[in-house]
Structures are given as C-alpha cells and as structure tokens.
C-alpha cells in the first residue's frame, strides 16, 4: 500500500450537471490499496457540518476528484462509493473506496459533458459511463 496527503476532494454532483462541490478538509490521506482490483480509499477528516450533504450519498457511487501531495499537481479522477462516516467531535470523517480513472482529466470531463448533453443523469449517467469508459 501506498499513503499520499490528500489536499482537494471535489464531489462531482450528477443531480447538478456534474457541477463541483469541493469539500473543505482539515486533513485527508488517500491509499492505493495496490490489491487485485485495484482500489484507493480516500479519507477526508472535514467539518461535521458536511453531515447531510454526506448522509445523502451514503452507498452512492461518486465522481470525484482528488489533488493528492501538491496543492500544485492536477488532481485525479475517481469512481468511489462512500462507505463510512463518522462524527468525531465537531468534525466528522468520510470514507470513499473506488477505482482511479486513467484518461487525463480533460477527456473525462469531455465524455460527460457529451453524456450529460444526451440527458444521462444519475445512475443512468453512472452506467452509461462506465459502458463507454
């Protein structure tokens, strides 16, 4: 397993034509599992008023986008499930567990803006990516 600080989560919200939400983290690792299906667990510790937006994709799969060791270096694209929340005091952390996609940024943000323009949304969006990625 690989460890890297994660610095930039961004939640890209189907429901919102794939607009971002970035996530305010006080800290956050993400970890290549390097396993046989080649997962990442991102773990953002964040500020427990995130709780409901959370609470609302709990077993969802997200799209997000990750900026890992360097404010400075493009972030990466994931396919993630959030698996676990927890409070911590006033915080609370945040568990995904996905796949990192390998195009460059510019052409998976092209493919779903195509997508989204064909009316795809929500898990129909999900799966239609998945088939043409």
């Given at each position: 397993?690989?460890?890297?600080?994660?610095?930039?989560?961004?939640?890209?919200?189907?429901?919102?034509?794939?607009?971002?939400?970035?996530?305010?983290?006080?800290?956050?690792?993400?970890?290549?599992?390097?396993?046989?299906?080649?997962?990442?667990?991102?773990?953002?510790?964040?500020?427990?008023?995130?709780?409901?937006?959370?609470?609302?994709?709990?077993?969802?799969?997200?799209?997000?986008?990750?900026?890992?060791?360097?404010?400075?270096?493009?972030?990466?694209?994931?396919?993630?499930?959030?698996?676990?929340?927890?409070?911590?005091?006033?915080?609370?952390?945040?568990?995904?567990?996905?796949?990192?996609?390998?195009?460059?940024?510019?052409?998976?943000?092209?493919?779903l803006t195509r997508l989204v323009e064909k009316g795809y949304e929500g898990e129909n969006?999900?799966?239609?990516?998945?088939?043409?990625?």
């Open positions: 397993m690989k460890t890297f600080k994660l610095r930039k989560l961004v939640i890209l919200d189907y429901d919102k034509g794939l607009e971002g939400t970035e996530v305010h983290l006080i800290d956050g690792l993400i970890i290549n599992r390097e396993d046989d299906h080649d997962t990442w667990l991102i773990e953002g510790f964040i500020n427990r008023s995130y709780w409901n937006y959370f609470k609302d994709k709990l077993n969802e799969e997200l799209m997000v986008q990750a900026t890992i060791t360097k404010d400075t270096n493009e972030p990466a694209s994931f396919i993630t499930k959030l698996t676990e929340m927890h409070e911590i005091g006033e915080q609370m952390n945040v568990m995904l567990m996905g796949k990192i996609i390998d195009k460059q940024k510019k052409d998976v943000e092209q493919l969006l999900i799966q239609k990516f998945k088939e043409v990625y």
